[in-house]
């Protein structure tokens, strides 16, 4: 395939060797695109966490069973919201969310089984939520 045919624009500030899928992946992160990237990670881990917790209620503290019919819906819910990213980059989509997921995973604990997190888990969330603000916001 031709640089024509992949409809790269001519630009002498970008250099040959940067490849295709790079120059499509690329995004500008905006206020608005980060603050609906933001809010997508947030809903895929509020159906992830939430769906995991209800089959969790239903095997391990012997809820009804329909609390596990809803949360495999919401596991299912969960596989299609991160393919709404502004970004194309799968690896990094789901790179970054492991992130959030850790977060949301302790706010949930807490919320709902009245889980204390330690002061480890509370530096290693807020270390794992910055590591993966870097992946996500770095200039590239």
Known sequence: MTHDQLDVPDNPSISDAVSPAVLKNSIVWTPQT???SILLFIAAGLLEVGGGWLVWQTVRENKNWTFAAVGVAALIGYGFVPCLQ????????????GGFFIVLAFAWARQLDGYLPDLGDLIGAGIALFGVLV????PR
Do not use: E, K, N, Q
């Not at 502004?86 to 969310?97: M, Q």
């Open 34 to 36: 980060i603050a609906l």
């Open 86 to 97: 502004p970004t194309s980059d799968f690896g990094r989509v789901y790179a970054v969310y």
């Open 135 to 138: 992946i996500m916001l770095w």
